[in-house]
C-alpha cells in the first residue's frame, strides 16, 4: 500500500475518508494544517491520480483516475474501496491490455462505486459477474475496446445501472434480452461495432430507455419489433447504419421521439407522411443522404421541429409547402446541395421563428439569397460559404439586424467586407477563412476587434510593409493578437509560410517602390472610371429589369407592390423592414 504522497513546497490536492465528512483539503506545503476530520487516509495507486469533486446533485466524490496507460492489470488493490468514480484510459497510441473480471467485487466490493469507466484498454469481453453487487453502480463506460459479443449474464445485479456506454468496440452479437437485467436504463450506446442485425426482444424489459445510439453499424435495416420493448424512447441515432428506409411501424412504436439521427445514410427519397407519427419531434437530422426533393407538407405533423439538417443531399428543390407548420423551426440547414432558387412561399410558416440558415455550396446566385433574407428579420446566423463569392453588397444584410453570426469561408473575396460588416452591428463570430484577402486596413481591424470570435486563416496574405505592417501593430497591441498571430503570410515568395507570430517588422518586405505605387494608383483610376462608366450603364439599362426581382428602394416598391415579398407573404405591414436607399448592386456569381 503507497500512501498518497505530496512532495512539500508544491500543492497537492490531500483528501480524508469518513463517511459522515468527506471534504478535501488543499494543502498550500508544509504551512497548510489538517482541519479535524477524522478517518483513515485515501490510498491512491502509484500510477493513478485521485482527487475528491463535489457535485452538487450527487454530492462528494472520490475520484481515481488512470489514464497514462497501465503496465499490468487495473492497481485495483491500490485503489481506495470507498472510491466512486473510477476511470481507467490510456493514450490511443498505447493502449491497456486489460481484463476485467470481478475485480470490482471481490474480495470486498466497491459499495461506493457510481462510475466506472475503462477505455482504450482492449477489454475482449466482460465477465458473468463482474458488476454484481456493486448497488451503486449508474453508469458504465466501456468505449474504445474490443468487446465482440455481450450477453444478459454480463449485466447481472446492475438493476440500478442508468448509462451502458460500448461505442467502439466490435460487437457482433446481441441475442435476444441482452438487457434484461438493466431494467433502468436509460442511455444505451452501441455506435461504431459491427452490429448487423437487431434480433427480435433484443430491448426487452428497456421500458425506461430514452436514448438510443446505434450509429455506424452494419445495419442496412431497423426491425420494427425491436422497438416494441422501448416505446418511451425519446433519442434515437442510427447515423451511418447503411439505411435505405425506415418501416414507419417504428415511429408508430416510438412515437415519443424529439430528436431523430438518420444522418449519413443511403435514403433517395421519404415519403410524405414518412414522419407523421412523430408528433413531438424538436430535432431531426437527415444529413449525408441523396435526397433530391422534399415534397409538400412533408413534416405537417412535426409541428414542434426546431432543428432540421437537410445538409449534403441532392436537393434541387424545397417545394412551395415543404416546410408548411413548421412555425416553431429555429434551425434550417440546407447547405451543400444543388439548390439554385426558392419558391418565397416555402419560408412563409418559419418567418418569425427561423434564427438559422445555411447556404453554404449551393448553386444559388446571390440575389436569390437577398430576396429570401429579405423575409427573415429574425435571422441570427448566416452559412455562405462555398458559393463562389467574390463580392457581398454592404446593403446584403439591411433586413437582417440581428445577425450575429455569419460565415463566408471558402469564397474567392478579396477585399475584406469593411462597409458590410459596419451594419451588423452585433455580429458576434466571423469566418472568413479560405478567401483571398491580402490585407486588412486599420479600419478593417478596429472592425475585428468589437467580434468575439474571428477566423481568418488560410488568406493569401501579403507580408509587405505596407500590407502587413498594421496587422503586425493590431497583434501586438490589441485582442487581436490571438486571431491574428496564426495567419501566415503567402506573399512575398521568400516568407510564404511564415506565421505572423514569427515575423517582425522588418522581415517584412519593403513597400512597393514609388514608381510601382504611382503606376498602380494611375491603373486604379483608370479601373474606376471604367467602373462607374459600367455601373451608370448597368444601372440604367438594369432598372427595370431587377425591379421585377427584388426591390431598392420605397419608389420602386409601391409601384410595383403586387410582386413584393411581403405581399406574396399576405402580409400588409412591411414592420421593422428598412428601406434600402443606395442602388442594390449585386454581383451574380460567376460574373
Ligand atoms: C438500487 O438502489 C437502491 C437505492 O439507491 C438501493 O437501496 C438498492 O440496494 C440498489 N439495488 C441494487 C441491486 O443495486
Ligand atoms: C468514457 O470515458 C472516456 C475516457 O475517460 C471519456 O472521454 C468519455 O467522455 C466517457 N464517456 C462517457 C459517456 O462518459
Ligand atoms: C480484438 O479481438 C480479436 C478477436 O477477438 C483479435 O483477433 C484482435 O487481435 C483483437 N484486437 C486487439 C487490438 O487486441
Ligand atoms: C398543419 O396543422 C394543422 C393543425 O393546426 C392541421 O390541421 C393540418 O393537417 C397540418 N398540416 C398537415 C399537412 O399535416
Ligand atoms: C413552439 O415553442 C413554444 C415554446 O418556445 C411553445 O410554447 C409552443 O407550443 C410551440 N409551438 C408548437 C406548435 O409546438
Ligand atoms: C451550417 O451553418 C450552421 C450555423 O450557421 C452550422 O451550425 C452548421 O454546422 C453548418 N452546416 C454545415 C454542413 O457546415
Ligand atoms: C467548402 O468546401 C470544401 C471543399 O469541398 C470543404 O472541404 C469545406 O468543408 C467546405 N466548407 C464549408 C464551410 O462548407
Ligand atoms: C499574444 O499571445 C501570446 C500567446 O498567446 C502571448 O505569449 C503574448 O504575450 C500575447 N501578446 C500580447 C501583446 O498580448
Known amino acids: 500500500m503507497k500512501k498518497q504522497s505530496w512532495p512539500s513546497g508544491r500543492a497537492e490536492w490531500h483528501f480524508m475518508r469518513n463517511t459522515s465528512c468527506q471534504l478535501l483539503f488543499l494543502l498550500w506545503s508544509s504551512t497548510a494544517v489538517m482541519l479535524s476530520c477524522s478517518g483513515a487516509e485515501v490510498t491512491c495507486p502509484e500510477e493513478c491520480s485521485c482527487r475528491s469533486t463535489f457535485d452538487p446533485e450527487a454530492g462528494a466524490a472520490v475520484r481515481v483516475s488512470c489514464t497514462r496507460g497501465l503496465m499490468r492489470a487495473v492497481p485495483v488493490d491500490y485503489i481506495d474501496r470507498s472510491a466512486h468514480i473510477i476511470i ?54 466501456l468505449t474504445h475496446n474490443n468487446l465482440t459479443s455481450i450477453g444478459a449474464d454480463n449485466f447481472r445485479g446492475l438493476i440500478n445501472l442508468t448509462d451502458l456506454y460500448l461505442d467502439h468496440n466490435n460487437i457482433e452479437q446481441m441475442p435476444s434480452e441482452t438487457f434484461r ?49 422501448i416505446q418511451h424512447l425519446r433519442v434515437f441515432k442510427c447515423r451511418g447504419c447503411l439505411l435505405r428506409r425506415v418501416n414507419t411501424q417504428i415511429y408508430h412504436l416510438a412515437s415519443n421521439l424529439e430528436e431523430l439521427d438518420l444522418g449519413e445514410n443511403q435514403f433517395k427519397y421519404l415519403t410524405s407522411d414518412e414522419f407523421i407519427s412523430l408528433k413531438r419531434l424538436k430535432k431531426l437530422k437527415l444529413d449525408g443522404n441523396q435526397l433530391s426533393v422534399i415534397v409538400d407538407h412533408m413534416f405537417g405533423r412535426n409541428r414542434e ?27 434550417l440547414d440546407i447547405s451543400h446541395n444543388k439548390i439554385d432558387r426558392f ?49 457581398i453588397p454592404p446593403n446584403f444584410f439591411t433586413y437582417n439586424e440581428h445577425l450575429v453570426a455569419l460565415d463566408i469561408s471558402w469564397n474567392k473575396l478579396t477585399n475584406f ?42 488568406n493569401t496574405w501579403r507580408c509587405d510593409q505596407c500590407s502587413a505592417g498594421t496587422m503586425l501593430v493590431y497583434m501586438t497591441t490589441t485582442v487581436l493578437n490571438a486571431t491574428l ?41 483608370m479601373l474606376l472610371c471604367v467602373a462607374v462608366l459600367a455601373a451608370v450603364a448597368g444601372a440604367l439599362c438594369c432598372t427595370r429589369r431587377r425591379a421585377a ?43
Open 181 to 229: 437485467h438493466l431494467t433502468s436504463l436509460r442511455t444505451l450506446t452501441l455506435s461504431n461495432n459491427e452490429i448487423t442485425t437487431l434480433v427480435p426482444r433484443l430491448f426487452r424489459m428497456l421500458a425506461k430507455l430514452i436514448t438510443l445510439d446505434l450509429s455506424d453499424n452494419p445495419l442496412t435495416e431497423l426491425n420494427p419489433e425491436v422497438f416494441k420493448d
Open 88 to 141: 481507467i484510459d490510456a493514450p490511443p497510441d498505447k493502449q491497456n491490455e486489460l481484463t476485467i473480471g470481478p475485480i470490482f467485487t471481490q474480495p470486498t466490493p466497491f459499495v461506493n462505486l457510481r462510475e466506472l469507466h475503462i477505455v482504450n484498454s482492449n477489454v475482449p469481453s466482460i465477465g458473468q459477474y463482474s458488476f454484481w453487487g456493486l448497488q451503486n453502480l449508474r453508469l458504465i463506460n
Open 485 to 525: 498571430r496564426h495567419l501566415k503570410c503567402y506573399s512575398p515568395m521568400r516568407l510564404r509560410g511564415v506565421s505572423f507570430s514569427d515575423m517582425s517588422f522588418d522581415r517584412l518586405d519593403p513597400c512597393p517602390t514609388t514608381h510601382e505605387a504611382q503606376m498602380s494608383v494611375i491603373a486604379g483610376l
Open 549 to 591: 426581382h427584388y426591390y431598392t428602394n420605397e419608389e420602386k416598391r409601391r409601384e410595383h407592390e403586387h410582386e413584393h415579398p411581403d405581399e406574396l407573404l399576405g402580409r400588409t405591414e412591411l414592420g421593422s423592414v428598412a428601406t434600402i436607399h443606395a442602388p442594390y448592386h449585386l454581383v451574380p456569381k460567376g460574373s
Open 305 to 331: 421541429l426546431r432543428v432540421l439538417s437537410l445538409a449534403r443531399n441532392r436537393l434541387a428543390l424545397l417545394a412551395p409547402a415543404a416546410l408548411a407548420n413548421l412555425t416553431n423551426l429555429t434551425h
Open 343 to 391: 419558391h418565397l412561399q416555402t419560408f412563409a410558416p418559419v418567418v418569425d421563428c427561423l434564427k438559422t440558415i445555411n447556404f453554404s455550396g449551393n448553386n444559388l446566385v446571390l440575389n436569390e439569397i437577398a430576396i429570401l433574407l429579405q423575409i427573415l428579420p429574425e435571422i441570427h446566423g448566416v452559412g455562405l460559404a462555398n458559393l463562389s463569392l467574390t463580392d
Open 417 to 458: 467586407p469593411y462597409k458590410l460588416l459596419t451594419k451588423t452591428k452585433f455580429l458576434q463570430r466571423l469566418d472568413i477563412s479560405h478567401n483571398k484577402l491580402q490585407t486588412l486596413t486599420e479600419l478593417d481591424l478596429q472592425r475585428l476587434e468589437a467580434i468575439a470570435q474571428v477566423n481568418l486563416a488560410k
